[in-house]
């Protein structure tokens, strides 16, 4: 579904993307989490600069894709080392397998372990999202506070085990029973995986600087590739393990990710970070909070912003009441569910091709109308489900669902792409990390807003498990509501790139004049801002 809990948790990574979406612009487009198209690319573009004699390059001309992978991955091993390699792939591996495997294993426990009625299922898992909403803190802390004299491996230890003490306390039978224990741990377990996101991003920066320039994007390849293994691994195995080992066993399953990161970075060495003594950890926020606010309030910045915010936020989530509709009403069983989540997976994989072809040059304004008008369309397409419009039209309600939950995640997966290049453009050169960081969170932030409003929606419409009675104006509403962001669309630039040599001058101007002003008092502000987005 569209409104998968998921998709707006886990689908959304945050601090440092500006690498990879910037990079990826450069081609016309941002790369999917897609295995096979990104690791062939980097593949073919790591054997063109390698360190083979020239005449071994003519002599094979076209290496198979085997080769090709196996080349990338000792090129990988020689440039980075084994450790790293294997810190980044479980970091990213256990969001994968969150995304899919633990997010139905959630919905399960939620519904069935806790028995809670969907407006508290859906008001519980927007607030255990919220540490994703705040992860611009966590890469000011870890870069300005070192622990035992260490900026990451001391930060990957420490949450990578409240994640994996998290998920191991929702494993164990009879320990978490009710709706606050349930909230303290998964809220506990997605703290200790966004807090390892953003370290690990800290860490793939460092080592891509240090080494050759034609290396760099290749950690970020690896962090897609893991993501995308873990996603397709967990929805293929979901279903199978739901019926195994139930809700509690998928937790087990899910805290082996974090453990490995703990056992792996134990071994890892990290040199002694000694703090500038003249910068302290709340200077540092008070000069990110000023080159922030001196860029925020621009319009170039915050009109599309705010219209990516309220077009995720206005439209309620009811995903949590579908989850219930599917299960408790339609009979759908936990294999079949695996199996849509695992076709979905792999529909993701191509939805890149999709908007390379037709979607990469072409306006925002006019690629979001396109979007959102596609999802409105979806989402009413879930009412037709709840009334059973479907069966007097002799469609069973399987193969409904199945062709729905594609075109769902088609098109979620078709606006989150542009809304990350989008994103990125706005992002001024010197401040890149913060301010995307920023962006995600808000990003994040609207759909935590619109769980808490589906949930106040099914709690006003009286939906529970057993009635059902108001799901389709529950799913009509949502509708509704996403048309309306296609009136706002003024907000968003009409072209494919964002420049403004005036305003950016100005800006500049303006955040000179006030660096000058607090040098007169104090050293503490050296920031500069250019808002001028480079294409």
């Not at 260490?150 to 990957?156: D, I, M, P, Q, V």
């Not at 195995?237 to 139930?246: E, I, M, P, R």
């Not at 008092?521 to 920031?527: A, K, P, R």
């Amino acid at each position: 579904m569209a409104d998968s809990s998921a998709d707006r948790s886990d689908g959304i990574r945050g601090r440092n993307k500006k690498a990879d979406v910037s990079s990826d612009m450069e081609n016309g487009g941002i790369s999917s989490p897609s295995a096979a198209s990104t690791l062939d690319s980097s593949a073919d573009d790591d054997y063109s600069v390698s360190s083979a004699p020239e005449k071994d390059k003519k002599s094979s001309p076209a290496l198979s894709n085997v080769q090709a992978v196996v080349h990338w991955w000792k090129s990988m091993r020689l440039q980075f080392g084994d450790a790293l390699l294997l810190q980044i792939f479980f970091v990213y591996f256990t969001q994968g397998i969150r995304s899919t495997l633990c997010s139905l294993g959630t919905s399960y426990y939620l519904n069935e372990t806790l028995a809670l009625p969907p407006a508290q299922s859906e008001s519980l898992r927007a607030t255990a999202a919220i540490p994703w909403i705040i992860k611009p803190l966590y890469g000011i802390l870890s870069d300005s506070v070192p622990i035992w004299g260490t900026r990451r491996k001391s930060y990957l230890l420490i949450f990578s085990a409240i994640s994996a003490a998290a998920y191991f306390a929702l494993s164990t039978p009879g320990l978490i029973t009710t709706y606050e224990s349930a909230l303290v741990a998964l809220v506990v377990a997605s703290l200790g995986i966004a807090f390892c996101d953003v370290v690990i991003d800290g860490k793939v920066v460092e080592a891509a600087r240090s080494e050759r320039e034609d290396m760099a994007g290749n950690l970020q390849t690896l962090s897609w590739i893991s993501l995308s293994v873990g996603s397709v691994l967990g929805s293929m195995v979901s279903g199978y393990a739901l019926n195994t080992f139930g809700p509690l066993g998928v937790f087990f399953l899910s805290a082996v990710g974090p453990l490995c990161v703990v056992l792996i970075s134990i071994k890892i060495p990290e040199e002694k970070y000694v703090p500038p003594g003249d910068l302290s950890f709340f200077q540092t926020v008070q000069d990110q909070c000023r080159a922030l606010a001196t860029v925020v309030v621009d319009p170039i910045c915050w009109r599309p912003m705010l219209w990516i915010f309220l077009s995720n936020a206005l439209p309620p989530s009811v995903g949590e009441a579908m989850f219930s509709f599917k299960t408790a009403e339609l009979g759908f069983s936990k294999s079949f569910l695996g199996f849509i989540s695992t076709v979905g997976s792999f529909t993701l994989l191509g939805t890149t091709a999709l908007y390379n072809a037709y979607f990469r040059d072409m306006p925002f304004r006019r690629m979001f109308f396109r979007i959102q008008l596609a999802s409105a369309c979806v989402s009413f397409a879930e009412f037709v489900l709840v009334s059973r419009l479907n069966v007097a039209f002799g469609i069973g309600d399987r193969f409904f669902i199945f062709g729905d939950e594609i075109l769902s995640d088609v098109v979620a997966r078709l606006k989150h792409m542009p809304s990350l290049v989008l994103c990125a453009k706005i992002c001024p050169p010197g401040i890149e990390g913060t301010m995307f960081a920023l962006l995600m969170s808000i990003y994040n932030f609207s759909w935590s807003v619109a769980s808490y409003g589906g949930s106040w929606l099914c709690t006003y419409l009286e939906i529970s498990k057993t009635n059902f009675a108001g799901l389709a104006a529950a799913v009509t509403i949502r509708s509704v509501a996403k048309v309306v962001p296609l009136f706002l669309l003024f907000m968003v630039p009409a072209t494919t790139s964002i420049s403004s040599s005036s305003l950016a001058s100005n800006t500049k101007m303006k955040t000179t004049k006030s660096r000058k002003q607090s040098e007169s008092g104090s050293d503490s502000d050296n920031v500069a801002i250019d808002l001028k987005v480079q294409p």
